[in-house]
């Protein structure tokens, strides 16, 4: 009914009518077993009651579920069948509330309505404590998106960066079948997996050209100070973790969580689809060779594999001629830059820029950890 | 063994003596106190976390059922066998003393439920009034939570009693008279035996996921606003510490002045995000800190977009606008003025204890429209309580007196 409410101070009719015809159409439906189960006639055993009303509440719930995944699989394009488990993973929990329902009507009718306020009041308060659990929750959700705002208006050429490489670990969270509340968990952290970056002063981070070694290590320094604030909020700890060591290329379902090296893939799959200062967007075809081509030494293999199959699937393109930030610049950075990320091996030699000093000491220290 | 492991052994045991109570001699009433029991250990481990307040465990609701069902000594020896399984599985709180000492404040608690209902249902004579049932069932299920205030009191020493986080207390108190009256009904009607505590943990459940969702939410905020005040220091641009320093000194004072709870913890906010605005500016050149107004303008407009920290971004903003504007009577003036007193207070005491005094006194001697008047009394007032300001206080005479 509260729904209703909101819906009718929205004016979409159309909700409405559907809402209560199917609530009504559910209703039936449960009464249905209670009664076949509880003859009306004879004092029913407790026992009795509790099962008729269980088998009643799921009745309602899946039958619910069932009818309001149509309307809403037709408006969102999405799957009948994801929708309808996605609405049932909100509905299941109603059953508690039949049985509750069976309790209150109980104690109403052998002791009067005195009682009544006894059952209302906990669950009154039980409410409001979730509205404000999700009010809290909204405001944290906006705080960080205020800080990425922040951040992002640092360093223009990675303007929605943080943004979509949430969206490529959700894809690739799912893929591996990870539960709501562990996708929620990769979501923040893959949101603020650049927070570091606040320390690394603006005239860096838009700096025309190479930069000097020092310079360098001051921009470098960011990672680790993401991962250090990471480790200071308790329920991104666990996961908070250097992206780019030996956890970058763990299996999934191994001894450490695999969380980082998710980040890692979508960081690296967005960074090359998208244009830098040091070089323009690459095809994503490019971007998924660069990334197979890397797995194993650089990325999860699993990861990659995971975030390739997830993209084809939903059939969408990232890269260059399909980006959703396109910048205007004064000089257009270079086809292919240096590094990893920049692809400098796509040039032939004698175009091919001199790589930055991290490459170098990445490469080597890859080399080391391969000859070992 | 995870949580949910520890509460299903503690609950299947209760189930499992009175299974074995009623298979040896059926009809006991044995086996409905076990399984009042195995509720009473479980429900021990399941507990209502309200913000600004110490838990309450469900099994307050429990104890208010076996207070029903049982004489005192029946009672007693229920208690403390369920008592000492929790205490056996239990692994918070984490030392062996304190589980021990919440063992028996809890028997305290649980006691005191049984004697409440005794008390109230003879005071009225009847067990079959509805009137006098409900009364003694309330009694009952407020007395274990009084026991525990007591306790907090002692523990603590802080005789103050506060009534933020009560709505968990009538979730509670409500719930317990529910599970009592549906437990044996009034006067032999409405009784639907354990059924009736059973169904009506539900809507406990419902309050303690909320809870524990709140919970988690709030602490998950607090530490973010945490981290990023030290992302700040993490960058090299203040003293290691300096966000927390300002932030627990600017608490303080701001208790001395007597500010709300809601004010204090904005000012908490604004204390520890005072220099996010630095890591947004550009670098001046070498060796130069940013103009302290430029850092404190572009903060606030960072958080003056979100709704819930704007507060902050204004008491930010306050500290550099208040001289200018003279905004007299708004809050966040005053707040403003806390930070900016506690801010000066830690840049010039460098963090040390040892340079607290001469801190304070370079502070005092500034021109007087810079610091507050009210807001330096109170800073006094702090740092003479925890015995900073002694050492120097020979040498601040002289120079009153050289004055």
Known sequence: ?372 | MNRAARIAVLAGGGAAVAIGADLSQPGTKWSALALIGGAIAAGELIELRPPYRAVLPISFAYMVVLARRASVADATLVLVVALLATFLVRTEPTTAEGRLALLVERFAEGLAAVVAFRAVDRAFGTATDRTGVLLALGAAAIAPILVAEVARMVRTRSFSISMQGRSADVVLVTSATLMGVSDTGIDGSGGMGLWGPLVFTIPLLGAWYSYEHLDRIRRTYDQTIRALGAAPELGGFVRAGHAERVASLSLSIGAEIGLSRHELSQLETAALLHHLGQVCLDEPDHGRAPEPGAVASSGAAILRSTPLLAPAGDIIAAETLAHRARQGSRPSVLSGQILKVASAFDELSEGRPDQAALAFEALSCAPAYLYDERVLAALELVLDRSGLLEPALAHADSAASGR
Not at chain 1, 183 to 203: F, S, T, W
């Open chain 1, 1 to 372: 009914v509260g729904f209703d409410v909101v819906q009718l101070r929205r004016r979409e009719w159309q909700k409405v009518v559907f809402n209560s015809s199917a609530g009504v159409l559910c209703l039936l439906a449960a009464a249905v077993p209670y009664w076949l189960i509880v003859d009306s006639g004879s004092q029913p055993l407790t026992i009795t009651l509790l099962a008729a009303t269980s088998i009643a509440g799921v009745v309602y719930s899946v039958l619910n579920t069932l009818l309001v995944s149509v309307p809403v699989s037709i408006s969102s394009n999405d799957k009948y069948r994801t929708v309808a488990r996605h609405i049932g993973t909100y509905d299941l929990p109603a059953i508690p509330f039949a049985i509750l329902g069976l309790g209150l009507g109980w104690v109403y009718l052998e002791l009067g309505a005195v009682v009544v306020p006894l059952l209302v009041v906990p669950i009154l308060i039980a409410r409001s404590t979730f509205a404000n659990y999700l009010e809290l929750r909204a405001a944290q959700e906006q705080t960080i998106q205020t800080l990425i705002l922040a951040l992002e208006a640092k360093d223009r050429y990675t303007a929605g960066h943080a943004q979509r490489v949430a969206t490529f670990c959700e894809y690739v969270g799912t893929e591996l079948g990870f539960t709501p509340s562990r996708l929620e968990r990769l979501r923040y952290a893959a949101l603020m997996h650049d927070i570091g970056k606040l320390i690394v002063p603006n005239q860096l981070l838009n700096k025309p050209g190479r930069l000097t070694e020092s310079e360098f290590a001051r921009v470098r320094r960011h990672e680790g100070v993401s991962v250090e604030l990471l480790r200071r909020i308790d329920f991104l700890s666990p996961i908070a973790g250097d992206t780019t060591t030996e956890a970058a290329t763990a299996a999934v379902g191994g001894a450490g969580l695999v969380e980082p090296a998710i980040i890692h893939v979508a960081d690296a799959f967005d960074a090359m689809t998208s244009t830098r200062s040091y070089r323009k967007a690459l095809t994503q075809d490019t971007a998924f060779a660069e990334l197979r081509g890397g797995a194993g030494s650089q990325f999860n293999p699993d990861c990659v594999e995971a975030l390739i199959r997830a993209i084809e699937a939903r059939g969408e393109q990232y890269g260059a001629g399909f980006e959703v930030e396109v910048h205007e610049w004064g000089t257009a950075p270079p086809d292919a830059g240096t590094g990893s990320a920049g692809l400098g091996d796509v040039l032939p030699d004698e175009q091919r820029a001199p790589e930055p000093i991290d490459a170098v000491a990445r490469r080597q220290a890859t080399e080391r950890a391969s000859k070992r």
